[in-house]
């Protein structure tokens, strides 16, 4: 059988991402049914705490040289999730998220595909997200409406091999590739989700790599402006305006609305210690 798994890349810079990881493992290993494991990758010389390291599938060394060892936002070794995931089908994880109902299901239909991204994000409501306050490059370059925060690839595959190179490529030559390829306005900062698309974009694999007629993968996706509030002076601290319930059996509230889909909170200040104790308790830690 083949393997299957989640991957993350944990690197702290102005955030404690490994706690984050540490929360996300537990939320995968205390709502899946079928694949229940997240490996993450870690700079050579990270500690982790020993009661952290139980949760974690794999630890791994992000290989070669740290690409991302003067960035303080650490996205730029996300090309290298080919060459060191431990699965034969590999999810990606971004490392501030929880998962609060089974999504197994899932599985079936995208490990049949080479790349899966989700064409479409939802609210904390459950309305699909139409705003574009933050993908004006997406919207400017007609680039695929792809997110890496839950991004399936399937190992051996030529294609799959095919788009990491020119991933890699692109993270290596960013500033080229968005002056030869991307009009105004253009994306200054290196993301993983512009660099992914851009290359979907330049192999012409869109209808490939995102079913449209398919409501799966996907999530919440909770930055502020995304949210249809009326209010469009609330803070980026989406939590500071709007009541969250965190259940000892690790249900999810956001108002009044019970979160079922992978939950990206984005807002590093929403998981609470109570939150992590709550997830140690239901999972026996």
């Known amino acids: 059988m083949s393997s299957k798994g989640y991957l993350a890349i944990v690197q702290n810079g102005n955030h404690d991402y490994m706690r984050m990881a540490y929360a996300l493992a537990m939320s995968i290993a205390q709502s899946q ?21 139980i949760v974690f599938d794999n630890i791994i060394d992000i290989p070669w040289e740290d690409d991302a060892k003067l960035e303080t936002w650490k996205v730029h070794n996300k090309w290298k999730y080919y060459y060191f995931t431990p699965y034969d089908d590999t999810v990606i994880l971004d490392a501030d998220m929880l998962f609060t109902k089974d ?52 190992r ?12 890699e490529y692109i993270f290596r030559n960013y500033n080229m590739f968005k002056e030869d390829f991307l009009n105004p306005p253009r994306q200054n900062w290196v993301s993983a989700d512009v660099i992914y698309a851009l290359a979907i974009k330049i192999l012409g694999i869109e209808n490939e790599v995102i079913n449209k007629n398919l409501q799966y993968p996907t999530f919440v996706h909770m930055k502020t402006k995304l949210q249809n509030w009326n209010n469009k002076n609330y803070s980026e601290e989406w939590n500071k305006h ?15 609305y019970t979160q079922t889909l992978p939950f990206h909170y984005h807002t590093k200040s929403f998981l609470t210690d109570e939150m992590i ?8 830690i």
């Open 33 to 53: 049914k079928t694949v229940r494991k997240l490996s993450i990758a870690v700079d050579k010389d990270t500690v982790i705490p020993e009661k952290y390291k």
């Open 156 to 167: 051996g595959s030529a294609l799959t091999e095919e788009f990491f190179k020119l991933v």
């Open 242 to 256: 709007i009541g969250c319930f965190f259940s000892k059996d690790c249900d999810l509230t956001i108002g009044n």
């Open 103 to 154: 999504v197994g299901h899932w599985w079936d239909k995208i490990c049949q595909n080479d790349l899966t991204a989700p064409g479409g994000v939802y609210t904390y409501r459950g309305e699909l997200i139409q705003d574009l306050h933050y993908r004006r490059t997406f919207l400017a370059n007609q680039l695929p409406n792809i997110y890496t925060a839950f991004f399936h690839f399937k």
């Open 277 to 284: 104790v709550k997830l140690e308790k239901k999972l026996g």
